[in-house]
């Protein structure tokens, strides 16, 4: 052997023999010293049965130890008391944890502890100072019992009968105030009575815990508030919310905790119950962003009960049972920036026995929804606390199904395209808001919502507005292609239609005075037909008469059928009417107008400036209405019943009727009219005028002929107390033009043997002396070849009808050819004559009283000789009975 060799073992010989002697050494000496070097040189008391170390290895060995605090009151260091059974330890740091107080280790065991641990209080934020950190690489626990408190002396975390694993363990005081008290990557893990205590206001309890193969199983989770709602309220009177929870069972696998990240797998929770109480305070938005993150594989929760209460102790939504499945849920700093502050991969969503209660009621009793479809059962709306001027919904619905192409928010905007909903058996009344927005509604979170397909079918709704109920009954609607999105200058939404098709049957619609209804209504955007359509006055003419302020007519109207052709917008924010054809069959209307309230102050404008103040563009090709009854009735004060005007099959074309807003279309109105006046004499109008023409001209002309001249007396009769008792109007003629000032034109009447009769107010007595004077004027026969006669300087009263104005035209025709060219000389003339007949007859009347004085002169001497009879006949009698009075 080598000299260098012989050498070299001989020192190694000599090392090992000096490190057995070392650690021989050490160990008599922790065994004998340790206990007192730990407690004079650490905050420690610690004594031991057994204590075997390994100084190269660093594994330490101790059986029966008791560990306590010197000073229990310092907060600056982990605090301990208890004891361990068995403690083994692999690579313990013992330079660290002489000379730099930190505990660390590869592997540590501990076999029956029972300890309370007390956490150092927590680092100084200004310093960045950690104290006292525990770092363990792996720990395992044996049927442990741990305590685990705050610095304050709180209880922060217990357990019984604990059995640990736990890979690369870290648990320091900073790790509590992110509200995750430990740190590590692998865990095996069965214990009972957890208690955990995050803050002062919750607790969280666990009766059992259990691991295999990575499955965690979790028995009575509950998160229970430490103080009354009363209390939550006092103390903390600016948190908006105080939860309860409750799992009986929830099982899930493979738990990663890291440092600010929380990640499991195969969620399954049961019979979860859920109940927050509001305490009515607007939540204040976070000043720090949350700086953790949540992924869950998948999550289950089967048979979840929610219950969220009003500040008043009232329920605001209640679920009976709800189910949840997610696929790759996430929670983290950029999810929670979104309204769905969560993500996900798949989800199907369902529940039963759901109650919402607020200004409106929901109640269903089940829905079931995903990110492709959803679907609802017997949803009821109802009213419930009244909020004066909102809208409500008395609804009820069987089925409500979906299928949704994108469900999305991006940048807090909703984004949403529905592929079809279909909505089915709807009964009830929506009632509409009387209450105007004192602000525009902007956008909302609204991005783009798309709806491609539409249906309602086999309902009943009823849409009531302002007292004025819109009713549908079997009510069958398709809408396609609907469009919602902000409008350019964001002032609320945009709403676009491409196609409709909307059928309902006994249609009907009341207002103050009228009860409107169809018995059939079809609509689609190129077709509208009305069957059957009438509209009837809810009142009488006497009530009618009480209920208005001014003048107005009452209608009295019904229609066999309405049909349109054409194109039409009513939807969008470009609304619009086009028909080339529109059809009224059968129309049979009633006008009723008393003079007894007061004249309408309003301007009437003309039918042209009507027209042009219509805000959409409305173009109507050519409009017929057919084998129709016209009936005008009017009364005044003094008149005994109406004055009835008829015009029976009555036939009008008009075309292009407009609003003078299509650029390119014709915007002269032609009006033709065809009907039987009185029922006794064909008459024929023709009237137009331009839409486009901001004078309002206007021209009207048109015939009548062969009309007995007592066929005006239902209408003059009653209203002027004047009857025609004989003649022919053979023929009328007019033709005026005019504007808003006034009208002028021509007249032509034909009339023979023309003679009135004037009547007393009730239209019975014959006043012989005035229908003789006014005969007298009248020209009884206009000859063979009448000339016209001139209508002129005809003034329009602002506050009267167009048709005021035309009568009025007629009136000074009429005036013109009855009486004569100098009217008003003629008319004076009568009136004189009538002033003289009133004059003999007051006269006459001042005779007659006269008489009557004189008559009761004479009979006064009479009564007086009657009078002085009686007395002396009395006088006699007392004589003759002297005891009678």
């Known amino acids: 052997m080598k000299k260098w060799v012989k050498k070299l073992l001989t020192g190694l010989g000599i090392l090992l023999l000096l490190l057995l002697a070392a650690n021989f050494g050490l160990n008599i000496w922790l065994k004998t010293q340790l206990p007192d070097y730990i407690k004079k040189n650490t905050d420690y008391k610690v004594s031991y049965k057994t204590l075997d170390v390994d100084l190269g290895s660093g594994n330490i060995f101790a059986a029966g130890i008791t560990i306590n605090s010197k000073d229990p009151a310092n907060t600056n260091v982990i605090g301990l008391q208890g004891t361990i059974d068995t403690l083994k330890i692999s690579r313990f740091g013992i330079y660290d944890a002489v000379f730099n107080k930190r505990i660390s280790s590869t592997d540590l065991l501990l076999a029956k502890p029972n300890l309370n641990i007390s956490l150092a209080q ?52 900073e790790s509590v105030e992110d509200k995750l008290p430990v740190v590590f990557d692998r865990y095996d893990i069965k214990g009972k009575n957890f208690f955990f205590r995050p803050d002062n206001v919750y607790a969280i309890t666990i009766s059992n815990i259990t691991t295999s193969n990575g499955q965690m199983s979790i028995r009575n989770f509950r998160l229970i508030p430490l103080l009354s709602f009363a209390q939550f309220k006092r103390f903390y009177p600016k948190k908006p919310k105080l939860f309860e929870f409750s799992i009986p069972k929830m099982d899930f696998k493979d738990v990663v905790v890291k440092k600010n990240k929380i990640s499991l797998a195969n969620a399954d929770f049961q019979n979860p119950v859920l109940t927050v109480h509001n305490t009515g305070i607007k939540p204040k938005k976070a000043e720090k962003k ?41 929670f983290d700093k950029v999810t929670a920036e979104e309204i769905i502050p969560i993500g996900y991969k798949d989800f199907h969503f369902s529940g039963k026995d759901i109650q919402y209660s607020n200004h409106q009621n929901f109640s269903l009793e089940n829905f079931a929804l995903n990110p492709k479809s959803g679907e609802i059962r017997n949803l009821v709306l109802s009213p419930g606390t009244h909020e004066p001027g909102k809208g409500s919904m008395d ?40 209450n105007k927005p004192k602000v525009k509604p902007g956008p909302g979170i609204i991005q ?14 009823v849409y009531d507005k302002g007292m004025q109920p819109l009713a549908f009954h079997d009510l069958n609607a398709t809408v396609n292609a609907i469009e919602i999105a902000p409008k350019p200058n964001h002032q609320g939404l945009s709403f676009k239609v491409k196609d409709y098709f909307l059928t309902t049957r006994n249609f009907a619609y009341k207002t103050r005075f009228y009860n409107l209804s169809a018995g059939l209504l079809k609509l689609n955007k190129n077709k509208i037909q009305v069957n059957n359509f009438a509209m009837k006055p809810l009142v009488s003419r006497a009530q009618f008469i009480k209920m208005i302020p001014v003048e107005r007519d009452l209608y009295d109207l019904k229609v066999s059928q309405i049909a349109a052709d054409g194109s039409w917008d009513l939807f969008s924010d ?50 017929d209405l057919k084998n129709s009854v016209l009936v005008y009735e009017e009364d005044t004060p003094e008149s005994a019943g109406p004055g009835k005007l008829t015009f029976a099959n009555f036939n009008m074309n008009v075309k292009n009727l407009n609003s003078a807003k299509v650029k390119g279309k014709p915007t002269k109105v032609d009006i033709k009219i065809d009907c039987s006046f009185m029922n006794l004499a064909p008459l024929s109008v023709n009237w137009n005028f331009d839409v486009a023409d901001h004078n309002d001209a206007f021209s009207i002309s048109g015939k009548t002929s062969n009309l007995p001249a007592s066929g005006i007396n239902p209408f003059i009769r009653p209203y002027l107390h004047v009857t025609a008792t004989a003649g022919t109007i053979q023929e009328m003629l007019f033709n005026f033009k005019g504007n808003p000032a006034g009208i002028h034109g021509t007249f032509n009447l034909k009339h023979k043997e023309l003679k009135i009769a004037i009547l007393n107010k009730n239209n019975q007595e014959k006043k012989g002396v005035l229908t003789a004077v006014a005969n007298i004027f009248i020209r009884s026969d206009s000859g063979r070849f009448p000339e016209s006669v001139a209508v002129e300087n005809v003034e329009r009263d602002p506050t009267k009808s167009f048709f005021n104005l035309f009568w009025r035209g007629i009136e000074q025709g009429l005036k013109k050819t009855l009486i004569g060219k100098n009217v008003e000389k003629t008319e004076n003339t009568v009136k004189d004559a009538v002033s003289s007949v009133k004059e003999v007859k007051k006269t006459v009347k001042e005779l007659k009283k006269d008489i009557k004085t004189k008559k009761e002169e004479l009979a006064a001497p009479k009564e007086e000789k009657k009078e002085k009879k009686g007395f002396l006949k009395k006088i006699f009698n007392k004589k003759e009975n002297p005891g009678t009075e």
């Open 574 to 623: 470009n609304r619009s009417i086009n028909a080339s054809n529109v059809t009224v069959l059968g129309a049979d209307a009633n006008i009723f107008r008393s003079k007894i309230p007061d004249d309408d102050p309003k301007v009437k404008p003309l039918y042209s400036r009507l027209l042009r103040s219509i805000k959409i563009p409305v173009t109507v090709k050519n409009l």
């Open 290 to 330: 949350l700086n953790f993150e949540v992924n869950l594989e998948d999550v289950k929760l089967n048979n979840l009960s929610v219950l969220i209460n009003k500040p008043d102790g009232s329920k605001l939504l209640f679920a009976k049972t709800l189910n949840v499945k997610v696929n790759q849920l996430k």
């Open 122 to 173: 927590p680092a100084d934020r200004k310093t960045g100072k950690k104290r006292n950190p525990v770092l363990f690489e792996n720990i395992r626990i044996n049927k442990g019992s741990i305590n685990i408190f705050k610095h304050t002396r709180q209880k922060f975390l217990s357990v019984k009968e604990l059995d640990l694993f736990v890979e690369n363990l870290q648990m320091t005081e």
């Open 448 to 461: 783009s919502v798309i709806v491609r397909k539409m249906s309602v079918k086999n309902s009943d709704i």
């Open 395 to 434: 609804l009820k619905t069987g089925h409500i199904a979906f299928n949704i192409n994108k469900f999305e928010f991006v940048k807090r905007k909703l984004n949403l395209d529905l592929k079809d909903v279909l909505v089915e058996n709807v009964s009830g009344t929506i009632k509409a808001a009387t």
